[in-house]
């Protein structure tokens, strides 16, 4: 329970700063919404690399694979290992997406052009 308020925390936090989440993108949810959603966080948050993102994410969701239903834990490590290597093959393109994002929108809010100095 103290996982699920932890990532909701989060989600929450990202949303405040207009980070947009859209659960697991291009495959479904089933029951690691909440891990995909901090994985976005994570790809639009400039404190993290990705690997320690896409770790992160494969951690939450062994993580729920193992508090599961006895007879569904094997079908949920083989969801969660598909995934995980899902992100890692294909996940650079999102991260760089999300990057870019994330620094124009610094970059916006910066007073004037980048470098300029006031005097």
């Known amino acids: 329970m103290a996982y699920r308020t932890r990532i909701n925390r989060w989600i929450a936090k990202g949303r405040r700063l207009g980070y947009k989440f859209d659960g697991c993108t291009g495959v479904p949810d089933l029951n690691i919404r909440s891990c995909c959603d901090r994985h976005d966080f994570d790809y ?11 770790a992160k994410f ?8 193992r508090t599961g239903p006895i007879h569904k834990r094997v079908w949920a490590v083989l969801v969660a290992a598909t995934y995980w290597t899902g992100v890692r093959l294909f996940g650079h393109f999102y991260w760089r997406k999300k990057q870019n994002q994330t620094l124009g929108k610094i970059l916006q809010n910066v007073d004037g052009p980048v470098g300029s100095e006031r005097l």
């Open 44 to 54: 639009q948050n400039l404190t993290k690399t990705r690997w320690q993102a896409d």
């Open 58 to 65: 494969g951690r939450c969701m062994l993580y729920k694979a």
